[in-house]
């Protein structure tokens, strides 16, 4: 099967972009697996489909696959390079847009210097729609936010527990160049107090308005950046008292702005601006892959 595609990045979080406002293309996870594949396809962190609206109110459907062809809830990045792409291709004029996502809606703001402003909703702290099994653990105080303390084969960390529409697990480091991201993310990811896996943030302070951020990413290994990565660590600072409402997210590919006035307002949606480019496009046949 031949389809034609976007090749996109947001702050060097990568993307295939498919669209299927027309048909669906019925793809296999195989088939999104391979897509990925920066040896056999075309290569990615995720793939992004466009899908018409499913309900009035709604402009778009927004549908994200993570490089090992699983569908998952959400992905920031990849909200700032799909209204990109939506504009660029001509299938829509209209700014802001709103789009459905696997866990709710998304606006998305396309700022005249080009960058997108995304409002990725309200953080969510209820540990059963996290999810997160607290079970044997000391219990918290119901106001209080706190890391637990998670035991795996690596050692001990203090994590910082949200969602951003995806499982977030947040660890304050002192320098993110020698934390061990490639030891302790898959450990976190596939911990079993996180039935359906998690993100794993290594989050290094360096004032109240800048942080530096690498993220291993549930079914894609540590990526050069993570919206809702960004988003969840920023929350998760400024609950725990080290961040102001509005932080400069540096990652290895890029800086991402986040705001959130949640320390008077934990109901407030999370704002999240930063780059959004078109890279190249062509067409590939996929395989036959089930």
């Not at 976007?6 to 979080?13: F, L, P, R």
């Not at 991402?256 to 190249?280: D, K, Q």
């Amino acid at each position: 099967m031949q389809i034609r595609f976007t090749k996109m990045q947001g702050a060097g979080n990568d993307f295939v972009v498919l669209d299927e406002t027309q048909s669906r293309l019925g793809l296999t996870p195989a088939q999104y697996r391979w897509l990925a594949d920066r040896h056999f396809g075309v290569g990615a962190d995720q793939i992004l489909t466009v899908r018409p609206s499913p309900g009035p109110g709604l402009d778009f459907e927004y549908v994200i696959h993570n490089a090992d062809g699983g569908e998952v809830e959400h992905c920031g990045n990849g909200a700032r390079c799909f209204v990109r792409y939506v504009h660029d291709h001509g299938l829509s004029e209209r700014n802001p847009l709103r789009v459905k996502v696997k866990q709710g809606e998304l606006s998305l703001l396309r700022l005249p210097d080009g960058r997108v402003t995304v409002d990725m909703g309200a953080p969510v702290f209820d540990l059963d729609r996290i999810p997160f099994d607290a079970d044997g653990l000391p219990p918290q105080a119901t106001a209080l936010y706190q890391p637990w303390p998670l035991d795996f084969a690596g050692g001990q960390a203090g994590v910082a527990v949200v969602s951003m529409g995806n499982p977030h697990a947040v660890l304050r480091v002192d320098d993110v160049d020698t934390a061990p991201v490639a030891e302790w993310g898959p450990q976190i990811e596939h911990h079993p107090r996180f039935p359906r896996r998690v993100n794993v943030g290594f989050l290094q302070v360096q004032d109240r308005s800048t942080v530096r951020l690498r993220v291993f990413e549930r079914g894609s290994g540590e990526t050069l950046a993570c919206g809702t990565g960004a988003c969840a660590a920023v929350v998760a600072g400024i609950r725990l008292g080290w961040l102001d409402a509005r932080v400069d997210v540096h990652t290895r590919g890029g800086v991402l702005t986040i705001e959130w006035p949640g320390r008077e307002r934990l109901g407030a949606p999370v704002m999240m601006t930063g780059p959004a480019t078109s890279v190249f496009e062509g067409t590939v046949n996929v395989p036959d892959l089930s």
